[in-house]
């Protein structure tokens, strides 16, 4: 198989104006089930953010033979403005493998942020250890979600925006609005008495099978361990989870019942000064993508 030099080939930043021929080339050469409409949809990410661009591309004679997605975002954490880069999908044409590498640096060359990989798949865990990546812990639980027996008006579990809205205050209404319109993001209020937690989640797979209620975010962890049975009823019945995964460094707690994955999914960070507690999955590739 032929090998393209470097000088045939270029490194570009992904534009607003590449979104729509990024996004076909995801769709047709990265992943099938996410349609070239909802990759454009991702790249484009809902929040309010100055973004140097959406990553980087593979260009030989104006074709895109390769694509590294970046999501960025600015955090307020301890009184400072942080800036973080999520590094996103990644996928290069066989031809042009040998390049793969110049995407990624390109990307992580950036000045002034902090790096997120949380997806990271097969050969790429080990290349990002070699760029000073770090582990964050996943340890996960896997909670079967079943059809448990409730209070009758005891509990409020809703996803009903306006309840959600008039629900929220400060950050987490914040969180929310930032949130609404990503793809992958599912929201929910859970509510007991005059306490309430916000829960971000996705639907994942697992060995192919679309299942899974991945959580995101847990605003009131004592509430949602307290709630965890209706919850789990709700994801059940309402969204068609048959189990829910939940990462002890998001929801705080080890839901009952539950079972410690052995292998969970890893994700990853670089940062000068982030300690790895600050780091988290919101405003990523995992709230914008759905696949």
Partial sequence: MAVKTASAIRIAPITEADARRVAEFLHAHLNTRVSADRWANAIAVPWEVESPNAGFMLVDDEQVVGVQLAFYSERFIDGRVERFCNVGAWCVLPT????????????????????????????????????????????????????????????????????????????????????????????????????????????????????????????HPPLFRAMARPLARHLLIYHGALATLAEERIVRCRPRPSFLLRSPRRKMFRSESLAPAKVDDLYSELVCVAW
């Fill in 96 to 219: 042009y493998r040998l390049h793969a590498l110049r995407l990624l640096r390109a990307v992580l060359s950036q000045e002034g942020y902090h790096f997120t990989d949380l997806s990271p798949s097969g050969s790429v865990v080990g290349i990002n250890e070699k760029l000073d990546f770090r582990f964050l812990d996943t340890t996960t639980a896997l909670v079967p979600n079943l059809p448990w027996a409730t209070l009758p008006g005891r509990d409020l579990i809703s996803s009903d925006p306006e309840l959600i809205q008039r629900t929220l205050t400060a950050g987490d209404l914040e969180l929310y609005r930032d949130h609404a319109a990503a793809d992958a993001a599912r929201h929910l209020a859970l509510i007991r008495g005059d306490e309430w937690c916000y829960v971000i989640f996705r639907k994942d797979r697992r060995k192919g099978l679309p299942f899974f209620a991945t959580v995101l975010y847990v605003s």
